[in-house]
């Protein structure tokens, strides 16, 4: 399994500032991504985080807007810049562990952001 | 998109079984069904996953028909914490695949 973590488990922003999320995992993973929850929908991807180069966004997600560090192999971060009410959702870190013959993904906590 | 399909929302006694259905009719050779749940507040949550056989665990068994195109997560004694939307996904072994979910049931366990 994974234990992972993320910092801070909720904010409250004002429009136009940017928040800087942590995610720390407990062991080495492959792949790390990061999601979107609005309120009351599903997870959106929006990016696959890459360990020593630029992270792969989905579409409709951009780097200027959400741009993602990954300096090893525990530890990702995602900033949501320039921040309007629409930001508000749930952010989630999530890991996979590839096996030989299945994934196994974990997902952390959250953070919770609202911007006023 | 994901590739199954899912009631939007069911409802269940506690202490009755709880037997969610999930359609994968486009479901290939190598990819597996997994069952995640996310309760109120916070992360997704493991439950199970199978790939042609049936499998259970200490939370859920999980039926896969024979041709593969559909599946049924069942909560043998549903308690009140087991209320989540509950996600039902289909994905490849191996590292090529991204993971997305869909829309999931949400699943009320009432007294």
């Known amino acids: 399994s994974a234990v992972i973590s993320q910092k801070p488990s909720r904010d409250i922003c004002q429009r136009g500032t940017s928040l800087t999320i942590q995610c720390q995992v407990d062991?080495?993973?492959?792949?790390m991504f990061w999601y979107r929850q609005q309120p009351g929908q599903s997870l959106t991807l929006i990016a696959t985080?890459?360990?020593?180069?630029?992270?792969?966004?989905e579409s409709g997600f951009v780097i200027d807007k959400f741009p993602i560090s990954r300096p090893n192999l525990t530890f990702s971060t995602l900033t949501v810049s320039n921040m309007s009410p629409e930001d508000s959702s749930i952010y989630l870190c999530?890991?996979?562990?590839?096996?030989?013959?299945?994934?196994?993904?974990?997902f952390g906590p959250g953070t919770r952001l609202t911007v006023l | 998109d994901a590739k199954t399909t899912q009631p939007t929302s069911m409802d269940c006694a506690e202490g009755r079984a709880a037997n969610l259905p999930c359609n994968h009719s486009?479901?290939?050779?190598?990819?597996?069904v997994y069952w995640y749940r996310q309760i109120h507040s916070q992360g997704p949550q493991y439950i199970i996953h199978?790939?042609?056989n049936n499998e259970t665990n200490e939370m859920a068994s999980l039926i896969i028909t024979e041709d593969r195109k559909s599946s049924t997560l069942i909560l043998p004694h549903a308690t009140l914490r087991d209320t989540a939307v509950y996600y039902c996904?289909?994905?490849?072994?191996?590292?090529?695949?991204?993971?997305?979910f869909g829309r999931g049931t949400s699943l009320i366990v009432h007294p």
């Open positions: 999530s890991v996979v562990h590839y096996r030989a013959s299945y994934n196994e993904q974990f």
């Open positions: 062991s080495q993973v492959t792949m």
């Open positions: 985080a890459n360990q020593g180069s630029e992270a792969t966004y």
């Open positions: 486009t479901i290939s050779g190598n990819e597996y």
């Open positions: 199978g790939l042609k």
């Open positions: 996904i289909v994905r490849e072994s191996g590292g090529s695949y991204i993971p997305t």
